[in-house]
């Protein structure tokens, strides 16, 4: 199963859980593991409580690991200016694995399962996703 998002780019923050649950539900499978993953290097897929103060520290955290305005080696191979992206997609990740039960995620109250683009530019972008057991 795969679902299209479109994202603005320069840390966007997009809630998916909504997507993922109607996948599972199309899925058929009553329980499992959910593998939900993102196919970018320049983009993170976690879990985190979806809200406007944690997006804000979140990004700053992020923004001193490594800042948009740096040099990057990646930037002198390839020409392009998304070093900064790369490096915190690698940091964060892009997939993550829940349990399903009774055709429910089975995740906390305040937890959502969260795409972020760090690239420059909007981009449409792909989710993969799979419901094992
Ligand atoms: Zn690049």
């Given at each position: 199963?795969?679902?299209?998002?479109?994202?603005?780019?320069?840390?966007?923050?997009?809630?998916?859980?909504?997507?993922v649950a109607?996948?599972?539900?199309?899925?058929?499978?009553a329980g499992?593991?959910?593998?939900?993953?993102?196919?970018?290097?320049?983009?993170?897929?976690?879990?985190?409580?979806?809200e406007e103060?944690?997006?804000?520290?979140?990004?700053?955290?992020?923004?001193?690991?490594?800042?948009?305005?740096?040099?990057?080696?990646?930037?002198?191979?390839?020409?392009?200016?998304?070093?900064?992206?790369?490096?915190?997609?690698?940091?964060?990740?892009?997939?993550?694995?829940?349990?399903?039960?009774?055709?429910?995620?089975?995740?906390?109250?305040?937890?959502?399962?969260?795409?972020?683009?760090?690239?420059?530019?909007?981009?449409?972008?792909?989710?993969?996703?799979?419901?094992?057991?």
């Amino acid at each position: 199963m795969r679902f299209q998002i479109e994202t603005k780019g320069h840390y966007d923050f997009i809630d998916i859980t909504d997507q993922v649950a109607s996948c599972i539900a199309r899925s058929g499978k009553a329980g499992g593991t959910a593998f939900v993953f993102a196919p970018g290097t320049t983009c993170a897929l976690i879990t985190m409580e979806y809200e406007e103060g944690i997006i804000k520290d979140l990004t700053a955290l992020l923004e001193r690991l490594a800042p948009q305005n740096t040099e990057y080696e990646h930037h002198k191979r390839w020409g392009d200016h998304n070093g900064a992206a790369h490096i915190k997609s690698a940091l964060m990740g892009t997939d993550v694995a829940l349990p399903v039960q009774n055709r429910v995620l089975q995740i906390g109250t305040w937890q959502r399962i969260v795409f972020i683009d760090f690239d420059e530019r909007p981009r449409t972008r792909e989710v993969i996703m799979e419901v094992f057991g």
